[in-house]
Each structure stands twice: as C-alpha cells, then as structure tokens.
C-alpha cells in the first residue's frame, strides 16, 4: 500500500542498451501485460453482454401484404416522421420473448404465428372463435400511423396496418351487461419461452373500458410499414391504444372477452403503485420512478416533451370528464 | 508488501478496464449502439461501475483467503477505473439523457429515491478518488485514511439498491452483485472477529 513510487526518469535515462540485456524480460512482462489487460477489458465486455445489445444488420423477415389498405388521413395519422422499420422490430418490450429489449428479435422465429385462432366470448350475442387470417379478411384493413409512448419514456411513430376493434366489437354485439373488454395473450411456454420465468403472471392480460374499445383510434394491428406484423411486434394480432403507455398494446391476442366487471391487467397486478389500469399518457402524473413530462423520440438524441393523452387529448379527453386522472392513472 | 515486482499489473488493469468505455464511446459515435444508445451507455457504464467497484472490495477478501498478494497492489488502480464508470455514467445521464436540465436533474436527485441513492453512491466516490494518492494517505494517517475509505462499501450498497429501484421487474442481476458484496464483507467481518479472539487469548490473565 505505501510503497513509493520512485520518480519517473528522464527519457534521456532510458538506454536501449538496458532494454537490450533485460529483453527477455521485457518480452515476459509485454506478454503478462497484453494478457491480463485482455482478460480485465473481455471480462467486463462480458458482464456487459446481455444488456440491450444492437445487431449487426437485422432485418426481420415478413410477408408483405398486398391487401388494399385505406391511407391514413387526418386524425389517425401524424405527419411526424416515422420511425425506421429496423428499429420498430429490434427494440421491443415482449418479456414473452425475453426481458432485453432486442431478445424478441432473437427469439421472434419460436413463436408460430399461424395457424391461430382468436376467441371472441362473454357478454356478446354473438360469440365468434374464428382462424385469425378469416378475421382480418372480414374487415377493410386500413393505415394508421401512431405515436407510441412507451412507460419508460421513450416513443416511436409507427405506421401500423389494422382493423378498428369497434368494427369487430359491432359484428360480435356486445349484450347491455358489457362494461369492459379483457385481452389474453397465447400461454404457451414453448413458443413463449419467456414464460417459464415467473418474472410475470403469464398469460399476460389487458383491458379496456368499452367506450375506450369502441373508440375509433382503438386499432388491432396486424401490420406495420405495409407488411405483416412480426411476432417481436405481437403478431398475428395485437392492440393499438395510441393514447396510453404501450404496455396496455397486449400483443399475440388469443382471445378477447367482454365482462361486466373491470378486467385484471398484468402491469396493474405486478405493481399497483406503478401502473394504473387507464395508463394514460400523462406529463403531469410521474412514474414514481421517473419523471413522464418528456420523452425520448427514438432515433433522437434531446428528449421531447411528452403531450397529454399521447397528443390525442382533442378526441379522447372526453373519455375521462369528471375523472381524477391523478387518481385513476 | 510487495514481494515481486509486478510492473506490467497496473497498467494492464488499467488499459483493459478502460478498453470497453473507449469502444462505447466510439460505437457511439458512429452511432452503433442500436435504436436507443443512450440508454445502451447508461446501463453499460453503470453496470461496469458496480462491477469495477465490486472488483475492488474483493481485493482484500481475496488476499486474506487465498495469501497472494497481488490483489491489494491492484486495489487502488481499481478504484479509479470504478471512479471513472461511474463519473462516466453521470456525465451520459447529465449530458446526453437529460441535456443539461439543471431543473429536471434537481428534481430527478431530491424527488426520485432511485436516483438519489445513485447521486450518493457518486459523491461517496469523489472524496475516495481524491485522496487515492499516497501523498493523502500520509496526510490523514493510516487509520483515519482506511475508515474514510470504508465508505466505498457504503457506496457498493447504495450501487446496488440504484441497480434494483432501476429495473422494472426481473431483479436477478442487481440481486446477484448485492450477493457478492455480502459474501465479501462476511469475509472481512468474519477476519475481524478472528483477529479480536486472537487478541483475547494473548492477554495475560
């Protein structure tokens, strides 16, 4: 601990001719040095390893779809420039697909997409268990390009491809009891290897007011830049609500249930303090951990900052008139 | 307590410790870091803090289970390379994250107790990296310099409850270096109960 360091010598002192005679250990000590320098900067870029890590040139693989698509226009579509396609599919949050933000991309061919067959029940008069590629078939697809705020305060724009959930909602006729609409995610650990770690109580489920379902923004995705949605993203089918945090977006749909009563969602039993059921986007209420007044626009380096309802606060405020949105965050 | 001359350890534990923060800063640059890489260099450069700092309270454990005693000669070299992830990890958040918004960090540090107990952990550091200089060891005294620098325990700590408040679920890393700091200090307390028995009996009675 206290040996002195001697001073250092002059370059003037250091002959070639010492190095000379003490080559071999000169030789020994480059050697030792190069080594153990290599095994302290290669272990800590191991422990670093399986944090989020980009990848090298990926680019997912999906089918085009060559459906007509209605444009987007007006409300349901922003201007704003749109997030790239590599970097929608390759930063996701699907703890389904493992917790780092690019092991859905890693893991996205395990989950089979097809055949699928998606379960509408509850407080319907029409009950419909119909194969996935049917139910999008029945309806007009159209183009929505959404902002996406996402509860860790980051956002995207993304131009998905979708049916209106209140067309589906209207074909099904919910009965006068129906309040609320619950969403489950397929359980299978196999596909879905993440669900063998109890990091979550799987399957993962979401919720809905009805009139938030029924209202026009409220999209089920199927696509995003013209082609089919891959699964990182929640193929085959998964829920667009462009005002609220992107956790209520329950991805991998297999079934959607009316009820009476409101619903359990799975951020909201994970941590109630945390994570409300409305989720709204909100500046004004913080994440107790962090602050949600601003953003950061993927692909931006200064953050934003974060607008009411997502910027949507002209058609969805109405929504929540009389509501403490405080209170029922 | 040098038995060997060892010239090339620090410089080599030093070259290798700083080798990732150069490759994040020039992957960075080239904006190689993925979709979002500010948040890719704040979890990397605070994991290597903990990690760095983590590596340095071993040294002593190490040293008292094993007898070598390399691993006090490279102590303090791991200390400033832990000083150095976690100046590093500040300056990305100050920077980079929040742009300077004095406002927005003041609030962040006394309103959010994931980041106050982060901030802590940094200004515990500064006085341990200021006085890491034999100069300063002298100045203090031996024994008022070790109980300053025991603080670097405390900082650990406070690292690793940051690293837990941080994450939104899955705890098991942060869990992990908290894991590995108790069985450390259970080392050095279970040393210091040994040296007090030792004591004890050399008394005359």
Redesign the interface.
């Known amino acids: 601990?206290?040996?002195?360091?001697p001073p250092e010598p002059p370059g003037s002192e250091v002959t070639p001719e010492k190095l000379y005679l003490r080559r071999r250990e000169f030789i020994k000590?480059?050697g030792?040095?190069?080594?153990?320098?290599?095994?302290?900067?290669?272990g800590?870029?191991l422990?670093?390893m399986k944090?989020?890590?980009?990848?090298d040139g990926f680019v997912p693989d999906a089918g085009v779809v060559d459906q007509p698509v209605a444009p987007a226009q007006g409300l349901f579509s922003t201007d704003e420039p749109r997030t790239p396609y590599?970097?929608i599919t390759?930063?996701n949050n699907f703890?389904e697909l493992g917790?780092d933000?690019?092991d859905p991309a890693r893991r996205a061919h395990l989950l089979k997409t097809r055949p699928w067959t998606v379960v509408i029940d509850g407080e319907v008069h029409k009950p419909w268990t119909v194969d996935v590629d049917q139910l999008i078939s029945a309806f007009p697809l159209e183009e929505r390009v959404y902002r996406m705020r996402c509860v860790?305060a980051?956002s995207m724009v993304i131009p998905w491809l979708g049916l209106p959930l209140g067309k589906l909602l209207d074909r099904v006729q919910p009965t006068s009891f129906a309040k609320y609409v619950a969403f489950t995610t397929l359980e299978d650990p196999e596909q879905l290897p993440g669900q063998k770690s109890p990091?979550?109580d799987w399957p993962y489920v979401e919720g809905l007011r009805l009139d938030e379902a029924r209202h026009p923004l409220t999209l089920l995705a199927t696509g995003l830049y013209g082609k089919q949605l891959p699964a990182q993203n929640g193929a085959p089918l998964r829920l667009v609500v462009p005002w609220k945090y992107g956790f209520k977006g329950i991805k991998s749909i297999v079934r959607i249930t009316l009820t009476r009563e409101q619903p359990p969602t799975t951020w909201n039993i994970?941590?109630k303090r945390e994570y409300g059921f409305y989720a709204n986007v909100n500046p004004a209420v913080d994440h107790?951990?962090?602050?949600q007044?601003?953003e950061?626009r993927?692909?931006e380096?200064?953050?934003r900052p974060t607008l009411p309802f997502n910027g949507y606060a002209d058609a969805v405020a109405g929504l929540y008139s009389g509501m403490d949105l405080k209170r029922d965050f | 307590?040098?038995s060997s001359k060892?010239?090339?350890?620090n410089?080599?534990?030093a070259?290798?410790?700083l080798?990732?923060l150069l490759?994040l800063a020039v992957q960075g640059a080239q904006g190689?870091?993925?979709?979002?890489?500010?948040?890719?260099a704040l979890?990397?450069t605070g994991?290597?803090a903990l990690?760095?700092l983590v590596g340095s309270l071993a040294c002593t454990p190490v040293r008292l289970v094993t007898g070598w005693t390399w691993p006090?000669r490279i102590r303090r070299t791991l200390g400033l390379l832990a000083f150095t992830y976690a100046a590093a990890h500040f300056l990305t958040y100050a920077v980079?994250?929040?742009?300077l918004d004095v406002r927005?960090m003041a609030?962040?540090v006394f309103t959010?107790?994931?980041i106050t107990v982060g901030f802590t952990a940094l200004m515990l550091l500064v006085p341990l990296a200021v006085t890491s200089t034999?100069k300063w060891?002298r100045r203090l005294g031996?024994p008022a310099w070790q109980r300053l620098h025991r603080l670097a325990y405390v900082a650990a700590v406070l690292g690793v409850v940051h690293f837990v408040?941080?994450v939104?679920?899955?705890v098991t890393e942060p869990v992990l270096y908290g894991a590995v700091l108790a069985l450390l200090f259970a080392v050095r307390v279970g040393e210091a109960l040994r040296k007090r028995r030792a004591l004890a009996r050399e008394r005359p009675a």
């Open positions: 601990m206290r040996d002195k360091l000590n480059a030792l040095f190069a080594g153990t320098a290599a095994v302290v900067g290669g800590l870029y422990l670093g944090r989020t890590r980009p990848m590599e970097d390759t930063y703890y917790l933000k690019n860790e980051w990091v979550l994970t941590n107790p951990r962090w602050s007044a601003t950061r993927i692909g380096t200064s953050r | 307590m040098a060892l010239p090339w350890l410089p080599a534990i070259v290798g410790g080798s990732p490759l190689q870091l993925g979709a979002n890489g500010i948040e890719f979890n990397q994991l290597f990690a760095v006090a980079l994250d929040q742009g927005a609030e962040d959010r107790p994931f034999n060891v031996f408040w941080r939104k679920k899955d």
